[in-house]
């Protein structure tokens, strides 16, 4: 079936880097997307949203870029911080159920 | 109140035992969901209601049963579990009405021995 992925499953970063989490869907139909970050013996935690007439949101120090044509999501996360370590996962809607990726493993060294 | 909440937050269970797992939310939700997820892998779908009504059963296994008494609580009924099974079950609720974004509880780690 189709599914939501990663490309890479760890990111290694230095404190103060810019991050780059990049994710890749194959359903054309999905009309909304999520990033979640997800901390060691935590649920999911809702970080930025993009809809698929979007190509670009930005939060708080973090920016969601949408190509529709590759079929690419990546989620920018600037001047990151130890806090920051976590588990990240991009989620497509498929009517009311939340497809996951596979999630990508970031570490942020001091 | 912003948030879901799920209880035990642990639960050791033998294969024989019958036992369930909470979900709470007071934020007016009327979509509530049951996530699987096991170690380093994303969370899976098991099942969605829908103002109370069961919508999606994503063809789990008849040992894990659903139930939503009412718009704020949901219950997951766990019997006969197999040591498979072990692993962090969530819970999410959703607005509904044109909102996509689910809130997720803290999940509840399961472990069947």
């Known amino acids: 079936g189709e599914s939501v992925g990663l490309h890479l499953p760890t990111l290694s970063v230095q404190e103060g880097d810019n991050s780059i989490i990049n994710c890749a869907y194959s359903?054309?139909?999905?009309?909304?997307f999520i990033w979640y970050k997800q901390e060691s013996g935590k649920g999911p935690q809702f970080i930025i949203d993009i809809r698929s007439n979007m190509d670009k949101r930005q939060g708080q120090r973090v920016t969601v870029l949408l190509n529709k044509t590759v079929k690419h999501l990546s989620l920018q996360i600037a001047a990151t911080q130890p806090g920051d370590s976590a588990v990240y996962f991009c989620?497509?809607?498929?009517?009311?159920?939340?497809?996951f990726g596979k999630g990508t493993t970031l570490s942020v060294s001091s | 109140d912003t948030e879901v909440t799920q209880t035990p937050k642990h639960l050791v269970m033998g294969m024989t035992n019958k036992k369930s797992l909470k979900c709470e939310q007071h934020m007016g939700h009327r979509a509530m969901y049951w996530y699987k997820q096991k170690a380093k892998k994303p969370p899976e779908l098991m099942f969605v209601y829908s103002y109370e009504k069961l919508s999606i059963n994503e063809s789990v296994p008849s040992r894990f049963s659903p139930e939503c008494p009412n718009s704020s609580l949901l219950n997951l009924h766990l019997h006969a579990l197999q040591p498979e099974d072990s692993a962090l079950y969530l819970c999410?609720?959703?607005?509904?009405?044109?909102?996509?974004?689910?809130?997720f509880g803290p999940g509840t780690r399961l472990t069947v021995t």
């Open positions: 359903n054309s139909a999905s009309d909304y």
């Open positions: 989620a497509e809607t498929v009517g009311t159920a939340l497809i």
């Open positions: 999410a609720s959703r607005l509904t009405d044109g909102a996509y974004e689910q809130y």
